[in-house]
């Protein structure tokens, strides 16, 4: 299994750190450490499965290379004082769709279409 690397805002074009869907090791245990808790996270797939990222407060351009890419978010976790914006188009631009609580599915609109996201804590 291929772990984690930083990625600087220059390999993705995100203002915050990119975290893949495996978490490193612990030790010599194969089994990946949690996700963080309390952080918005979006997924390839409906009800929450699929290839994962999770986010920070920041922009993320998903056209560029990543867990979750271009047009392809299902469904959303997002945690209490958060919001989560998903784009239609990169650059924050288009269409946009709020989410302030968890989306097991984004909705016709919105499923497979996300290319920009926006994510804000109160």
Same mark, same amino acid.
């Given at each position: 299994?291929r772990g984690?690397?930083?990625?600087?805002d220059?390999?993705?074009?995100?203002?915050?750190?990119?975290?893949?869907?495996?978490y490193?090791?612990?030790g010599?245990?194969?089994?990946?450490?949690?996700?963080?808790?309390n952080?918005?996270?979006?997924?390839?797939?409906?009800?929450?499965?699929g290839p994962?990222?999770?986010?920070? !407060?920041? /922009?993320? %351009?998903l056209?560029?290379?990543g867990?979750?890419g @271009? &047009?392809?978010? *299902? $469904?959303?976790? =997002?945690?209490?004082?958060?919001?989560?914006?998903?784009?239609?188009?990169?650059?924050?631009?288009?269409?946009?769709? !709020?989410? /302030?609580? %968890?989306?097991?599915?984004?909705?016709?609109?919105? @499923? &497979?279409?996300? *290319? $920009?996201?926006? =994510?804000?804590?109160?």
């Amino acid at each position: 299994m291929r772990g984690p690397r930083a990625m600087s805002d220059d390999d993705f074009g995100y203002s915050q750190q990119y975290h893949y869907n495996s978490y490193p090791s612990h030790g010599d245990d194969p089994t990946p450490a949690p996700k963080p808790a309390n952080q918005p996270a979006i997924y390839a797939d409906r009800n929450f499965t699929g290839p994962s990222m999770t986010l920070q !407060a920041g /922009t993320y %351009d998903l056209t560029k290379p990543g867990a979750v890419g @271009n &047009d392809s978010i *299902s $469904s959303v976790r =997002v945690p209490s004082g958060w919001t989560v914006t998903l784009y239609a188009d990169a650059g924050l631009q288009s269409a946009s769709k !709020a989410f /302030t609580s %968890d989306a097991a599915y984004v909705g016709d609109d919105f @499923n &497979d279409v996300t *290319s $920009s996201i926006k =994510v804000d804590t109160s």
